[in-house]
């Protein structure tokens, strides 16, 4: 996908399943080609729903909770040798139960992907628009953020973490033609409570609808 085709770049993570995958769509329908990654081989295989959208795409596996994989994402970014429009920061899990209980490799994997590995690929690509003078990400923080998880205590911890963060950059930012938004999902029917091992609570088993709230225009 090196070859320039006229047409913005975006880049998605976490987009196989969920709310990664209907930003990726969202962005494909609106004329961007994609670079997308998740931690595992589903990625490629909604790679061709999306180049539906008459785009290109791209799509890679790197477990972005590793330094490494974070490095490796961004120099596949860097190797199709475009200017990066757009990216959605969307890579997240959840640990659910409680924290005394919970088994702390997990917790520290959760807190490596929502946080640090979020805040080492944002360094990156924040830096490059930043020279540009122009470039917008979406982060994908939640409605967790406004307030303490009883049995989802680290969870809602990082997200809390990735809310102030992107308040704080953003107003760093607010003169260089660089824009930040918070996406703030409410509970949504995505894989996150298999994942959290939240099967069997009142919300994972309920009926959810998706409630999105953004803070700040993205466009």
Known sequence: MAKDTGR???????????IGYELAKEFASNGFDLIIVAEDERIHEVV???????????????????????EGFYQAIKAERRPLDAAALNAGVGVGGAFLDNDLDEELSMINLNVSGLVHLSKYILRDMVMRGEGKVLFT?????????????????????????????????????????????GATETEFFERAHMEDTEIGVSDRETTIEAEHSYS
Do not use: C, N
């Not at 180049?51 to 791209?58: L, Q």
């Open 48 to 70: 061709p729903q999306l180049e539906g959208y008459g785009v290109t795409v791209k799509s890679v596996v790197f477990d972005l909770s590793k330094r490494r994989g974070v």
């Open 8 to 18: 913005r770049f975006a880049a998605i993570t976490g987009a196989s399943t969920g």
């Open 141 to 185: 923080s939640s409605i967790a953020s406004t307030t303490p998880g009883p049995y989802l205590a680290v969870y809602h911890a990082t997200k809390a973490f990735v809310q102030s963060f992107v308040q704080g950059v953003r107003e760093e930012l607010k003169d260089t033609g660089v824009t930040l938004t918070a996406l703030m999902p």
